[in-house]
């Protein structure tokens, strides 16, 4: 099976009240993690590229180790662009293979998020390219983007009729309380996401896939693995593992996970060296690192995706 859109995972994931795994990839290792995951419990994936991982492994490279996971697990495997910025980014991504693009527009003015969004669907719909847009602002690090928390606005669920009406775009990202990064809430603040404004949307937009993002769970055995290694993250906190899996059986079709890989792989590979300080051959530390990012892939296809056996 080549790489596919969005458009019929996307359905088939509305409608059985599960959600499809957008991971981020930088390079072999974290692909091959992700992909040997998803292909033993027989699970659709979104394998996502930012501008950022774009520039570090380049666009040739991830495409082909991406097309090579596909002919090695034989999975439903859309390769997305995140966070893409502006038109040119795009166009780029969507000449050079992808199938999916994030058009990022989230930061401008209404107006303006409109008419960037629907030039980008435009040229996208013409390749047979699905498109995610955005409304609201979350808070966090993406790319060399800092948002903080007070700048941050939630979706307003008036605006989401005629903004996907107006572009034509196929899914939507949502700010209901996720943000980027590994520090999603401060010490002693409880971990909460609008629901309201999830049904809210969901009702004015039946059918349609929803999007979150900055929805890792910094899963604690990781951070106290870290810790335990040298690290100093002791004021990580994500997004609840159960309430993801809610919004899952919503309206919300994609998840993004990128910070849950990163400390996991991370972890590994302090392990590695606490244990082995002599063992320097990259093998040594990336093949745990890899199978950390299975693990940790597997356990979001169990536990919050809810999409094991739906490829
Ligand atoms: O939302 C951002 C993703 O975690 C990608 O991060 O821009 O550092 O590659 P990056
Ligand atoms: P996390 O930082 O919560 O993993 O979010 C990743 C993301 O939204 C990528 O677009
Ligand atoms: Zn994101």
Do not use: W
């Amino acid at each position: 099976m080549p790489l596919v859109t969005t458009k019929e995972m996307f359905q088939k994931a509305y409608e059985g009240g599960y959600a499809v795994g957008a991971f981020n990839v930088n390079n072999m290792e974290i692909i091959q993690g992700i992909t040997e995951a998803a292909k033993d419990l027989n699970a659709p994936l979104i394998l996502q590229v930012s501008a950022g991982a774009r520039k570090y492994a380049n666009h040739t490279y991830l495409t082909k180790l991406v097309e090579a996971a596909v002919i090695e697990t034989g999975l439903p495997i859309a390769l997305h662009l995140d966070h893409g910025s502006d038109f040119e980014l795009c166009k780029s991504c969507i000449d050079g293979g992808f199938t999916s693009v994030m058009i990022d527009g989230s930061h401008h003015a209404y107006e303006d998020n409109v008419a960037l969004t629907k030039k980008v669907v435009e040229y996208a719909h013409a390749h047979g390219v699905t498109v995610e847009g955005e409304l609201g602002q979350l808070a966090g690090i993406e790319d060399d983007v800092n948002v903080s928390a007070e700048d941050a606005s939630f979706t307003k669920p008036e605006q989401v009729q005629d903004f996907v009406t107006r572009t034509g775009v196929d899914s939507l990202a949502i700010a209901i309380g996720t943000s980027h990064g590994a520090y999603k809430f401060k010490p002693g603040q409880k971990p909460q996401l609008r629901f309201d404004i999830l049904e809210e949307v969901a009702n004015r937009l039946p059918g349609f896939p929803i999007v979150l993002h900055g929805a890792s769970s910094v899963v604690p055995e990781f951070v106290a693995m870290i810790n335990r290694f040298g690290g100093e993250m002791p004021d990580a906190i994500g997004i609840p593992e159960e309430m993801l899996r809610q919004s899952a059986q919503m309206a919300v079709c994609k998840i993004n996970i990128d910070s849950d890989l990163r400390l996991a792989m991370t972890a590994a590979i302090r392990k590695h060296f606490a244990e082995n300080p002599t063992h320097f051959d990259p093998r040594q530390y990336l093949a745990p690192a890899r199978d950390a990012i299975k693990g940790m892939v597997a356990h979001k296809i169990k536990t919050v995706l809810g999409c094991e056996g739906k490829a």
